[in-house]
């Protein structure tokens, strides 16, 4: 678990617009959640629907998934 929660916290690309994937069935990844959560908040990020991160007008997604402005 403690692992998850490093790997995610300390991730080079972590950063604004991130989305976390995790996968509903790995062992830890339940447990990990809260924890993760809490720690992520503390770092000042918030989270938000997709939805609300993506633009649709004048921009595309490069092949890192990065949406960038046309």
Known sequence: MDSI???????????????ILCHN?????????DTLITKLKEKGYTFVPVSELIYRDGYHMNVEGRQIKN
Do not use: D, F, R, W
């Not at 916290?9 to 989305?19: A, F, M, P, Q, R």
């Not at 069935?25 to 959640?33: C, E, F, I, S, V």
């Open 5 to 19: 929660i490093k790997t995610v916290t300390e991730h080079k690309h972590l950063g604004n617009g991130s989305i």
């Open 25 to 33: 069935g790995a062992k830890y990844t339940a447990q990990a959640l």
